[in-house]
């Protein structure tokens, strides 16, 4: 049964230095540091979109909603005064 044991743990001793010497390889340096990067990039982008669609957004509400209420209300009258017109019989 020593000996089992003693094997074992030479097992795990030689899975835990392949484990580390593949851990601290250059190429699994490189993918973790461009994972790293990918998501610092991802996150400013999605931070710098954010600050866009808050701007596009607030000005459309100030800017393009009152325009459109407006055309909405001129649109509105001119059929009420074509509508009154008709019932007046006026003609032109």
Same mark, same amino acid.
């Given at each position: 049964m020593s000996s089992r044991g003693g094997g074992a743990s030479s097992d795990d001793?030689?899975?835990? %230095?392949? =484990?580390? =010497?593949?851990? $601290?390889s250059p190429i699994v340096y490189r993918g973790k540091k461009a994972a790293s990067d990918t998501a610092y990039v991802a996150k400013k982008l999605l931070k710098s979109t954010g600050k866009a669609a808050w701007i596009a957004g607030t000005t459309f509400l100030v800017l393009v909603v009152p325009l &459109? &209420? *407006?055309m909405? %209300? *001129? $649109?509105q009258l001119n059929e009420l005064e074509l509508q009154q017109a008709s019932l007046l019989g006026a003609s032109k």
């Open positions: 001793g030689i899975l835990s %230095r392949v =484990s580390y =010497s593949v851990s $601290q &459109i &209420i *407006e909405d %209300r *001129e $649109q």
